[in-house]
């Protein structure tokens, strides 16, 4: 599969950030964005009509971070938080986090390794420097999660997250499919990991494909080995779709 010949002008273009745009990096602050890539996906977002957003477990504040001076219709925190092709904000209603939060502290306290993100809605336990403390994160959040109305417990890359039980990325990309310039669009999502699996089933129910990044178990129907393949084929397909 190659993304230039899957791209046509009438598709419409979702995009997973870590693990599928950028590579997975030590800790969240030490992405790279390879230098092409703002360009690339500026050049989408022009000749696909503007039907190009990011959808992310990060804030939309910190993908507007690394994509600067780009500002892409995008959904942050698995779809907690959303900004449509015209700019308007939405933001989901979440629950507390007070306990999730003193559940991580406690522990990252006793481990230094681990990293305790805290988002608008969500928070995150990493365990990449410590992953033989995968276990005790899961059970720790998990109780804590059990504690709380209206929180998921999200398994990700070396990371475990409390999240609003209704942020789902298969919602967001539903909501966006609502929206001009998405509507009436093929939607096509790229994405690495299990909150990515939300998306894939969206977009192949609405005739559309799942293009997973890396290895694993999934339900998209196509394969690409890595972001640096994703990244290479984006470029390929800036340079050929014509609006
Ligand atoms: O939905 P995504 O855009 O893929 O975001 C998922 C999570 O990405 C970040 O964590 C992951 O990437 C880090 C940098 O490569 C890595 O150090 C970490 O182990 C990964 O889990 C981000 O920090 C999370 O908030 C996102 O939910």
Request: some cysteine; hydrophobic content about 45%; proline content about 6%.
């Amino acid at each position: 599969m190659n993304l230039a010949d899957l791209l046509t002008p009438s598709c419409a273009l979702f995009l997973d950030f870590d693990g599928s745009l950028v590579d997975i990096a030590p800790a969240p602050e030490d992405v790279i964005v390879p230098s092409r890539l703002v360009a690339t996906l500026s050049s989408l977002h022009e000749r696909l009509g503007g039907a190009v957003a990011v959808i992310s477990g990060r804030p939309m504040s910190q993908i507007d971070e690394f994509l600067a001076p780009l500002k892409l219709p995008a959904a942050g925190v698995h779809g907690a938080e959303r900004r449509s092709a015209d700019g308007v904000v939405r933001l989901l209603m979440t629950s507390p986090l007070e306990d999730v939060e003193n559940a991580a502290l406690t522990l990252a306290a006793r481990h230094p390794a681990l990293r305790v993100e805290n988002k608008r809605g969500s928070l995150a336990l990493h365990f990449r420097q410590a992953p033989d403390l995968e276990a005790l994160c899961v059970q720790a959040m998990q109780a804590a999660v059990d504690r709380t109305p209206g929180l998921t417990l999200l398994r990700g890359k070396m990371v475990v997250e409390a999240k609003p039980s209704g942020a789902t990325k298969g919602h967001a990309i539903e909501a966006f499919m609502r929206e001009a310039p998405f509507a009436g669009r093929r939607p096509v999502f790229a994405g690495d990991d299990t909150t990515d699996e939300a998306g894939f089933a969206v977009v192949q129910q609405l005739g559309g494909v799942g293009v997973k990044v890396g290895s694993g178990e999934t339900l998209a129907r196509e394969r690409l080995a890595s972001p640096a393949v994703l990244r290479e084929q984006l470029e390929g397909a800036a340079a050929r779709v014509h609006a």
